[in-house]
T-cell receptor
Framework: DAGVTQSPTHLIKTRGQQVTLRCSPK?????VSWYQQALGQGPQFIFQ???????QRGNFPDRFSGHQFPNYSSELNVNALLLGDSALYLC?????????????FGPGTRLTVL | GQQLNQSPQSMFIQEGEDVSMNCTSS?????WLWYKQDPGEGPVLLIA???AGELTSNGRLTAQFGITRKDSFLNISASIPSDVGIYFC???????????????WGLGTSLAVNP
């Protein structure tokens, strides 16, 4: 049983570019949450997707957008990249029927913006 | 964004020692979660606490949900080298309309264990 997978593992972009990160949830999970983790910080909630819709959103600008597909996988898109967007981007999946609590994380995508 | 107060920020201990870390908040939480994160990995859930006053163990780890619902602690007994990593607390706020609950995270406690 595969856990949460994310791709790519690492990514280097330049300011102003756009990036797409991908996440496949743990088998049986239907909810995907995205987090941004800067170096030395805890994860910051970006948004959560359930039933292909954004259900909750943290304090992130509209440059951050996402999508969930019918197979529950998800993408995070960031437009007009800034240097401050450099971080580890974590995807967490859960099964809404079990409640919000049991979130399982993927290994993350390390994004570097030059 | 909102974050919990987690302390200590870092610890350096000898193998075999016990460890204690805690998280506090000005807000009430319905759930407290403790995660461990190794370098280059995502956080791994260690213990979940769902009721005020609850004391839960997972092997050498013990965590408690504070009676005021505004704090939690994690203890590690008889530490071993593989306990090295960053430990995060996370609190789940009470449900609002539409089940709008968010996980709020601490800044982490970095643990180093000297063999």
């Amino acid at each position: 049983d595969a856990g949460v997978t994310q791709s790519p593992t690492h990514l280097i972009k330049t300011r102003g570019q756009q990036v797409t990160l991908r996440c496949s949830p743990k088998s049986g999970h239907d909810t995907v949450s995205w987090y941004q983790q800067a170096l030395g910080q805890g994860p910051q909630f970006i948004f959560q997707y359930y039933e292909e819709e954004e259900r909750q959103r943290g304090n992130f600008p509209d440059r951050f957008s996402g999508h969930q597909f019918p197979n529950y996988s998800s993408e995070l898109n960031v437009n007009a990249l800034l240097l401050g967007d450099s971080a580890l981007y974590l995807c967490a999946s859960s099964f809404l029927g079990l409640g919000y609590n049991e979130q399982f994380f993927g290994p993350g995508t390390r994004l570097t913006v030059l | 964004g909102q974050q919990l107060n987690q302390s200590p920020q870092s610890m350096f201990i000898q193998e075999g020692e016990d460890v204690s870390m805690n998280c506090t908040s000005s807000s009430i939480f319905n759930t407290w979660l403790w995660y461990k994160q190794d370098p280059g990995e995502g956080p791994v859930l260690l213990i979940a606490l769902y009721k005020a006053g609850e004391l839960t163990s997972n092997g050498r780890l013990t965590a408690q949900f504070g009676i005021t619902r505004k704090d939690s602690f994690l203890n590690i007994s008889a530490s071993i080298p593989s306990d090295v990593g960053i430990y995060f607390c996370a609190g789940l706020s009470p449900a609002n309309a539409g089940n709008n609950r968010k996980l709020i995270w601490g800044l982490g406690t970095s643990l180093a264990v000297n063999p």
